[in-house]
T-cell receptor, first 114, second 113 residues
């Protein structure tokens, strides 16, 4: 029973298209995140939601729009995809009141823009 | 200067060796220090968690934090091929900062049988 699950795992698409990645966690956590990992493995936060409220919104193009319909779900929609958007996108969750910084990651969604 | 510096390697060691992985940081507000392990094509998973300065041991793994030097280390004793992965250091601080985890770039480790 996967704790943090993301779909799809692999996504290959053309420049200019719009795509979405979905994430669900069954850990009962109150905070969810989107991270981007580039080709050099650097993991950088994009967004964070706590109890459906956006609390971190890093310098990310506004083509990226997160949406949290409830505490257990956080989706990422990307408009007008560009070559530079190719990366692995990780969803994560945490219970901030327990151990700060302890995140549970999904397996990642590997996006390739052609 | 980046907030967290980590030598990306790659690091290749023979099975049974002692491995030392390190990170330095510049933000003295960091209080929580972590090591995440990431296998190929998988998400990072928490390996070690330390609050403030000191050592923590868990089996073959030891995490050290020296806040005065702004330096953290992960030691792996009797390294195994199954330890082959990318190791990412990560840091956080309390309050609003607890939502903001800062990662190092990761060190790729290969343990050769």
């Amino acid at each position: 029973d996967t704790a943090v699950s993301q779909t799809p795992k692999y996504l290959v698409t053309q420049m200019g298209n719009d795509k979405s990645i979905k994430c669900e966690q069954n850990l009962g956590h109150d905070t969810m995140y989107w991270y981007k990992q580039d080709s050099k493995k650097f993991l950088k936060i994009m967004f964070s939601y706590n109890n459906k409220e956006l609390i971190i919104n890093e310098t990310v193009p506004n083509r990226f729009s997160p949406k949290s319909p409830d505490k257990a779900h956080l989706n990422l929609h990307i408009n007008s995809l560009e070559l530079g958007d190719s990366a692995v996108y990780f969803c994560a969750s945490s219970q901030v009141t327990s151990r700060p910084g302890e995140l549970f990651f999904g397996e990642g969604s590997r996006l390739t823009v052609l | 200067q980046k907030e967290v510096e980590q030598d990306p390697g790659p690091l290749s060691v023979p099975e049974g060796a002692i491995v030392s992985l390190n990170c330095t940081y510049s933000n003295s507000a960091f209080q929580y220090f972590m090591w995440y392990r990431q296998y190929s094509r998988k998400g990072p998973e928490l390996l070690m968690y330390t609050y403030s300065s000191g050592n923590k041991e868990d089996g073959r793994f030891t995490a050290q934090v020296d806040k005065s030097s702004k330096y953290i280390s992960l030691f792996i004793r009797d390294s195994q091929p199954s330890d082959s992965a990318t190791y990412l250091c990560a840091m956080s601080y309390s309050g609003a900062g607890s939502y903001q985890l800062t990662f190092g770039k990761g060190t790729k480790l290969s343990v050769i049988p």
